[in-house]
């Protein structure tokens, strides 16, 4: 049998003989009465308290950071902010700590955090941001489950660069292994692509690698991508309704624990609010009615024109300050985006548009990229070949098209954008457990 943790204990109430296994957060007595915080990472903290402090701490010299079993009896609390509490009797100290052990009671700012790639997950808002990370995906995880999708499990090496974009990590003598370069995937979506013409309807949660050199506050090189496909669709508005109730589904509830491991009141708003604003009105606007709003309203941008790109700052501007919720952007220039999108439903020659959306969110920036995909064989072959691609390379994806082909469409997610935005932290690094950006892969 597993040692219950700490939310169990606390679970089960009042209760003599009971031991308490996490990490000392804190200690702190006066003459007659001492208390320690012990945390285990299960969302609960214990408040423990032991009498005659004196005594007890030269038989028990508990220090933060120290690992611990605590052996007591829970009661109702006489102190404010906790149900119960353990009256301590005894201690047995588990591992211990030097005096250096650096997280401390007080508060640490992230960026100091980010040099402690081992213990930085023992702070109360880093810890609350994992398990985060771990309701979110049971969360989506109900959702697909009840709109009969298939989770499937892409490859992490392929030897197609799916995006088109060159920002690979190549894969050391893949060549002389696989008489083929490999490469760390940048999307799943093609292989979803195959899997959905199968199962009609599959995602995935996947690591995905971008050896973009980008130094922003959003930008990982090995990130978690959250990607569907869904066969028998062929109206991009069916893609932003869905996208809209997937990640209305996942902020439906709060989540206390997130809200209460943030010092700062300040943050404590900020999460409700960000909440809040996800359960609220979304809207949609096209990419030219995005433009012309950008270049009439936007301080400082009217020379922006059609065909330019919808920078970042645009993207923040447009949820955050324009619109102030989630937004779609349809129908972007067909230069802009990969060759596997078809054209959209309203096409002008002047100016061609693929079917195709962003979700930009404020703070963020853009979250999901989706579109409808090419179904047919000549206009997808013809659209590779204008962009100089090798066919006979991605003969495998294009035999799709001639074997009961399908309409379909698909998306994929930022999962730490989606982290990084509803826990209110300021930089994807400190929503994923260990970073890995340009010039840093620690440990
Ligand atoms: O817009 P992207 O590049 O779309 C695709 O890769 C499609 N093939 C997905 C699909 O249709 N199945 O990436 C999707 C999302 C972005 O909107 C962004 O949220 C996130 O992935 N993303 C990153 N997140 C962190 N670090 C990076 N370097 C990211 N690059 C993209």
């Not at 309701?135 to 109900?142: D, F, G, I, P, Q």
């Not at 959905?196 to 690698?209: A, I, M």
């Not at 691609?389 to 399908?406: A, F, H, P």
């Not at 469409?409 to 932290?425: D, I, N, P, Q």
Request: hydrophobic letters at 35%; one cysteine or more.
């Amino acid at each position: 049998m597993l040692p219950n943790s700490i939310k169990q204990v606390l679970r089960q109430g009042a209760k003599s003989n009971v031991t308490v296994y996490g990490h000392v957060k804190s200690v702190r007595h006066s003459k007659n009465v001492g208390f320690a915080d012990i945390s285990d990472g299960s969302g609960k903290s214990m408040a423990a308290v032991f009498k005659d402090p004196s005594k007890f701490l030269e038989a028990y010299p508990l220090k933060v950071g120290q690992s611990i079993a605590a052996v007591g009896r829970v009661t109702e609390s006489r102190g404010k902010g906790q149900e119960y509490e353990l009256l301590m009797d005894s201690v047995k100290i588990i591992g211990d700590v030097p005096d250096s052990y650096p997280i401390q009671k007080k508060k640490i700012n992230v960026q100091t955090l980010r040099s402690l790639p081992t213990l930085r997950h023992r702070t109360q808002t880093l810890a609350s941001v994992l398990r985060l990370r771990s309701t979110l995906e049971a969360r989506l995880s109900k959702f697909f489950v009840e709109r009969d999708f298939i989770k499937v499990n892409p490859p992490v090496l392929t030897s197609s660069d799916c995006e088109g974009a060159g920002e690979t990590f190549k894969v050391e003598k893949s060549s002389e292994f696989f008489e083929k370069d490999t490469y760390l995937t940048v999307s799943s979506q093609l292989h979803l692509e195959v899997l959905s013409q199968s199962l009609s309807r599959v995602w995935t949660l996947t690591p995905c690698f971008r050896a973009e050199m980008s130094h922003t506050n959003r930008h990982l090189s090995e990130f978690w991508m959250l990607e569907a496909e869904i066969s028998f669709i062929d109206d991009v508005q069916q893609l932003t309704n869905f996208v809209e109730s997937m990640i209305k589904s996942v902020v439906a509830n709060d989540i206390p624990d997130l809200i209460d491991s943030r010092f700062d009141p300040k943050d404590r708003e900020e999460i409700s609010r960000r909440f809040e604003l996800m359960r609220g009105q979304w809207n949609t606007i096209t990419y030219s009615d995005a433009i012309d709003l950008i270049a009439k309203y936007m301080p400082g941008e009217a020379n922006v024109v059609w065909g330019d790109s919808i920078s970042t700052a645009h993207e923040k501007w447009l949820a955050g300050s324009h619109f102030k919720s989630p937004v779609f952007i349809t129908d972007y220039p067909q230069e802009q985006k990969p060759f596997y999108m078809p054209k959209s439903k309203i096409f002008d020659e002047s100016r061609p548009t693929v079917a195709c959306f962003d979700l930009i969110i404020p703070e963020i920036g853009e979250l999901v990229g989706g579109s409808l995909r090419e179904w047919q064989l000549d206009p997808l072959k013809q659209e590779m070949l204008s962009r100089g691609m090798n066919i006979d390379d991605m003969q495998w994806y294009l035999s799709l098209r001639e074997n009961g082909t399908v309409p379909h469409g698909g998306f994929g997610l930022g999962f730490e954008r989606l982290v990084c935005y509803l826990s209110a932290m300021d930089n994807v690094k400190d929503v994923i457990p260990f970073p890995r950006v340009p010039e840093s892969c620690t440990c």
